[in-house]
């Protein structure tokens, strides 16, 4: 009963470095989304996809770039981490069509030094 | 452009007290409304949903909330809150226009259980 999972739980990065989230979900949802949470601010959507080979910026977008080659499978990149970009990273999916429940991984927590 | 207001940073009950955290939200057309708990160090679970009908809406856990059109609130309510409720909440707007695709999350608000 895997849901949506998350790796890595933890990384450490040095300004100026690239990584890679990675976010896999075995539900079949079509609908994926990557938010950050940030003390006081709740959660920001930065990127979503409602499909296979479509993605949309949100409210945050700056600094990051997805991809959506497979239903299953919707990663995050960060081409030169900066230290604002130190946060809590949270993937979520849900079935297609809007309202549905958000399914939520457990979590990246990011430190950019 | 949608939004929520969660205008309780911290509360601070006892246990047994009842609980009502406040939800104010902005948006165009008919919204749907959700509440998430966030225990600590863990992914957001959800509590509970509102999409139409029955403006007062049960959820898991023992937490209800009631749809005010009028006010624009999804206030999430407990009778008897129990020291395993200690976590953050949060709510969502979403809906079926463009944004809809979006959901919207509040600031949170955190709950501390007095035993």
């Known amino acids: 009963?895997?849901?949506?999972?998350?790796?890595?739980?933890?990384?450490?990065?040095?300004?100026?470095?690239?990584?890679?989230?990675?976010?896999?979900?075995?539900?079949?949802?079509?609908?994926?989304?990557?938010?950050?949470?940030?003390?006081?601010?709740?959660?920001?959507?930065i990127h979503y996809s409602v499909g296979a080979g479509i993605t949309d910026q949100g409210e945050v977008p700056n600094g990051y770039n997805v991809s959506r080659s497979t239903t299953e499978d919707f990663?995050?990149?960060?081409?030169?981490?900066?230290?604002?970009?130190?946060?809590?990273?949270?993937?979520?999916?849900?079935?297609?069509g809007a309202g549905g429940e958000l399914f939520f991984g457990e979590g990246s927590r990011l430190t950019v030094l | 452009a949608q939004s929520v207001t969660q205008p309780?940073?911290?509360?601070?009950?006892?246990?047994?007290?009842?609980?009502e955290l406040r939800c104010n939200y902005s948006y165009g057309a008919t919204p749907y409304l959700f509440w998430y708990v966030q225990s600590p160090g863990q992914?957001?679970?959800?509590?509970?949903?509102?999409f139409s009908g029955d403006t007062l809406v049960q959820g898991i856990k023992g937490?209800?909330?009631?749809?005010?059109?009028?006010?624009?609130?999804?206030?999430?309510r407990k009778?008897?809150?129990?020291?395993?409720?200690?976590a953050e909440y949060f709510c969502a707007v979403g809906g079926v226009t463009g944004g809809g695709n979006k959901l919207t999350f509040g600031t949170g608000t955190q709950l501390k259980v007095e035993l």
């Open chain 2, 79 to 86: 009778p008897s809150v129990h020291w395993s409720d200690a």
């Open chain 2, 63 to 76: 937490f209800e909330a009631e749809f005010k059109r009028s006010q624009s609130s999804f206030n999430l």
């Open chain 2, 43 to 50: 992914g957001l679970q959800l509590l509970l949903k509102y």
């Open chain 1, 1 to 45: 009963n895997a849901g949506v999972t998350q790796t890595p739980k933890f990384q450490v990065l040095k300004t100026g470095q690239s990584m890679t989230l990675q976010c896999a979900q075995d539900m079949n949802h079509e609908y994926m989304s990557w938010y950050r949470q940030d003390p006081g601010m709740g959660l920001r959507l």
């Open chain 1, 75 to 96: 990663p995050l990149r960060l081409l030169s981490a900066a230290p604002s970009q130190t946060s809590v990273y949270f993937c979520a999916s849900r079935p297609g």
């Open chain 2, 8 to 19: 309780d940073i911290h509360i601070t009950v006892s246990e047994g007290a009842s609980l």
